[in-house]
């Protein structure tokens, strides 16, 4: 394994890490409160994150996400279209996230996560700087798009982080 994916690797291995901290011991009914009854809920935000990680990192390496592959969105039961990753959601679409266990979203997650360590142990250096998406300027390379996601995804889990403390005012 190279330094590069070996930095990846522990990247993704960390956003892991918060989500299963995060909803451990919480019960469906904490994991879908939302602060002020109208921020994103633990639930909303942990199954976002995981869906935009499968989405893109099925997106670069040209394969089917986990979500459709291992039919989580039927587990999930949600009432959004089948490739919906939470983007663009309104707060009423928030609030449809409801009635998730902590060992579904750390399901899903784990295969996920297992998925995208698989995918880059096949990512050489040089795939680093492949363009994946031109719909932008510049172009997106493959590895500013891991990166993106990492990001993302750390931003999401922190937020999630912040209100399971608020759970316990």
């Not at 394994?1 to 901290?21: C, H, K, N, Q, Y």
């Not at 633990?42 to 990680?53: E, F, K, P, Y």
């Not at 902590?102 to 996920?112: C, I, K, Q, R, S």
């Amino acid at each position: 394994m190279s330094a590069s994916t070996a930095l990846l690797v522990d990247a993704f291995g960390r956003i892991r890490e918060v989500v299963e901290e995060v909803v451990d011991g919480l019960d469906p009914e904490e994991l879908a409160t939302r602060p002020d009854g109208r921020g994103n809920s633990i639930a909303w935000l942990v199954w976002h994150l995981t869906r935009v990680q499968d989405d893109h990192v099925a997106g670069v390496a040209g394969t089917e996400q986990i979500w459709s592959a291992d039919k989580w969105y039927e587990a999930y039961g949600l009432p959004f279209a089948e490739e919906d990753t939470g983007y663009g959601h309104s707060r009423k679409d928030v609030a449809k996230v409801r009635g998730l266990s902590a060992e579904l979203l750390t399901g899903y997650h784990a295969a996920v996560h297992e998925n995208t360590v698989r995918h880059l142990g096949t990512f050489g250096v040089k795939d680093l700087d492949r363009v994946v998406d031109q719909n932008w300027s510049p172009p997106v390379t493959l590895g500013v798009r891991l990166v993106s996601v990492i990001t993302d995804d750390l931003q999401h889990a922190g937020q999630a982080a912040y209100v399971r403390g608020l759970l316990g005012r």
